[in-house]
C-alpha cells in the first residue's frame, strides 16, 4: 500500500471512530475536543484530526471555535424539534417512492432489518440495557431499509446524515419507549409489505412525533 493510500485508509478510520463516538455519546455534547488527546486515542496526525473536525463540523456534528478549537455540537429541546421535522420530511417523501420501487428482495431485507430491531426491542423491555447501543444500530438500520428503494442515492445520503443527528439526541436521552415503539414498528412493517402508503407516512408522524415529546417530558435534554 502506498504512503498515500495508508494515510487515507488512517484518516477514513479515524473519521469514522470518532463520528461513531459523538453520535452514541461516547464524546459527550459540549465536550472539548484536544488534539494532543484526540492523536492518542484515534492513531491520526494533528492535522489529520484538524481535517476530520472541519469535516465533521459540516455535518453539524462539531463546532468550531475559532482559535478555541473544536467541541462537539451541544443537544437543546429545540434542536431536537428541528431535527426530527426534518427526519420527517425526507422520511415521508421517500416512503412512497420506495413503497412503489420495492421488490422482493427489498421486502427481504425489511423482514430481516426489524428481526433484528424487534429482537432488540424484546431484550430491552425485559430490563437489559447492554445493548442499547445495538438496539439503536437496528432502528436506524429498520428505517433506513424502508426507504432504500426510493431509487435516490443523495436523498438515502441526507437522510442518514439527518438519522444520525436524530440518533444522537436519542442516545444522549437514552428515551425507550417499550411497547408503544416495538407494536409502531411491526404496523410500519405490515405497511411496507402490503404497500400501505398513506397509513405508513402516518405511523411514521405518530412514531417520531411520540419519541420527541417523551423525550421533551423526560426532561432529559435540558
Known amino acids: 500500500m502506498s504512503i498515500?493510500?495508508?494515510?487515507?485508509?488512517?484518516?477514513?478510520?479515524?473519521?469514522?471512530?470518532?463520528?461513531a463516538d459523538i453520535v452514541f455519546g461516547r464524546l459527550a455534547p459540549g465536550?472539548?475536543?484536544?488534539?494532543?488527546?484526540?492523536?492518542?486515542a484515534y492513531g491520526a496526525s494533528v492535522s489529520t484530526l484538524r481535517e476530520?473536525?472541519?469535516?465533521?463540523?459540516?455535518?453539524?456534528?462539531?463546532?468550531?471555535?475559532g482559535q478555541r478549537g473544536f467541541r462537539?455540537?451541544?443537544?437543546?429541546?429545540?434542536?431536537?424539534?428541528?431535527?426530527?421535522?426534518?427526519?420527517?420530511?425526507?422520511?415521508?417523501?421517500?416512503?412512497?417512492?420506495?413503497?412503489?420501487?420495492?421488490?422482493?428482495e427489498w421486502e427481504s431485507r425489511v423482514v430481516a432489518a426489524h428481526h433484528k430491531l424487534a429482537s432488540m426491542e424484546r431484550r430491552m423491555m425485559s430490563g437489559d440495557q447492554e445493548g442499547t447501543e445495538l438496539w439503536?444500530?437496528?432502528?436506524?438500520?429498520?428505517?433506513?431499509?424502508?426507504?432504500?428503494?426510493?431509487?435516490?442515492?443523495?436523498?438515502?445520503d441526507l437522510y442518514g446524515g439527518v438519522f444520525d443527528q436524530y440518533l444522537r439526541y436519542q442516545m444522549v436521552a437514552i428515551v425507550f419507549r417499550g411497547e408503544i415503539a416495538?407494536?409502531?414498528?411491526?404496523?410500519?412493517?405490515?405497511?411496507?409489505?402490503t404497500r400501505n402508503t398513506k397509513e405508513a407516512c402516518r405511523l411514521l408522524i405518530r412514531h417520531v412525533n411520540g419519541c420527541v415529546a417523551h423525550t421533551l417530558e423526560s426532561g432529559a435534554l435540558t
Open 31 to 40: 465536550a472539548r475536543l484536544r488534539l494532543d488527546r484526540l492523536a492518542s
Open 72 to 104: 462537539v455540537a451541544p443537544v437543546s429541546p429545540a434542536g431536537f424539534e428541528d431535527v426530527a421535522a426534518m427526519r420527517l420530511l425526507l422520511e415521508t417523501y421517500a416512503l412512497p417512492l420506495s413503497f412503489a420501487a420495492g421488490d422482493l
Open 136 to 156: 439503536k444500530r437496528y432502528d436506524r438500520e429498520f428505517h433506513q431499509c424502508l426507504i432504500e428503494a426510493c431509487g435516490s442515492r443523495t436523498l438515502l
Open 182 to 193: 416495538a407494536e409502531e414498528h411491526r404496523m410500519l412493517l405490515n405497511c411496507a409489505l
Open 52 to 65: 476530520i473536525l472541519s469535516r465533521l463540523s459540516s455535518e453539524g456534528l462539531v463546532i468550531a471555535e
Open 4 to 19: 498515500e493510500l495508508l494515510a487515507a485508509s488512517i484518516a477514513d478510520r479515524a473519521y469514522d471512530r470518532m463520528r
